[in-house]
């Protein structure tokens, strides 16, 4: 088992609804790094967290919010989404933030269904 | 625009025979590779990390070469087992801020016993 845990691995929601994805590092890392894989397509970047303040907001709509309260936890609070919107969300955290090349290690991700 | 191609996009293997893939990177601005090995319900798993042209990783049956110049990395698996079955990714990182990996959408491989 990696050293990131994200829970809930399954979430079904519906587009009123309000909804957190939680994350943690027991990797001592001063990075943290939100996913999203949507069918067929590759990961994609979401936001960057480096020693707790955000580093890359890769263009992501309002209605995700991501939120870094200490090195070890990040979380990602979901509200009014989208159909368009299920995919795998995949948390992952590095020893250092960009720019280093630091490997990322990869929690599980969480299936977000939206109805 | 970075885009990091990845080929096949699914690949079947008998057991016991070697295969290699392939990763396409822009070879302008390169600054690190990586290979993760992802398999279903799991995390993705580091393999490799490559950043010198010519570099060539190893680890078990599993290896890899780096061409900067090309813009290719190739991962190589010798005498496949069925725990090799899984998605390989690959992701480069810019060479300006490094700022974020960008991935390839994997070569998905089945190993068949």
Redesign the interface.
Same mark, same amino acid.
């Given at each position: 088992e990696?050293g +990131?845990t994200q829970t809930p691995r399954h979430l079904v929601m519906g587009m009123t609804n309000k909804k957190s994805l939680k994350c943690e590092q027991h990797l001592g890392h001063n990075a943290m790094y939100w996913y999203k894989q949507s069918a $067929? $397509?590759? /990961? !994609? /970047?979401m936001f +960057?967290y480096s020693l707790e303040e955000r580093? !890359?907001n890769?263009s992501v709509p309002s209605r995700f919010s991501p939120e870094c309260p200490n090195s070890s936890h990040l979380f990602l609070h979901l509200h009014t989404l989208q159909p368009e919107d299920s995919a795998l969300y /995949?948390c992952a955290s590095s020893l250092q933030g *960009?720019?280093? &090349?630091d &490997?990322?290690?990869?929690? *599980?991700?969480t299936r977000l269904t939206v109805l | 625009i970075l885009n990091v191609e990845q080929s096949p996009q699914s690949l079947h293997v008998q057991e016991g025979d070697s295969t290699n893939f392939t990763c396409s990177f822009p070879s302008s601005n390169f600054y690190a590779l990586h290979w993760y090995r992802w398999e279903t319900a799991k995390s993705p798993e580091a393999l490799f990390v490559m950043t010198l042209n010519g570099d060539e990783k190893k680890k078990g049956r599993i290896s890899a070469t780096l061409n900067t110049k090309e813009g290719y990395s190739y991962l190589y698996i010798k005498g496949s087992q069925p725990e090799d079955s899984a998605t390989y990714l690959c992701a480069s990182h810019l060479i300006q801020g490094a700022q974020k990996l960008v991935f390839g959408q994997g070569t998905r491989l089945t190993i068949n016993p």
């Open positions: 990696t +990131v $067929k $397509k590759p /990961l !994609e /970047l +960057v580093v !890359e890769n /995949l *960009p720019p280093s &090349t &490997t990322q290690y990869f929690g *599980p991700g | -």
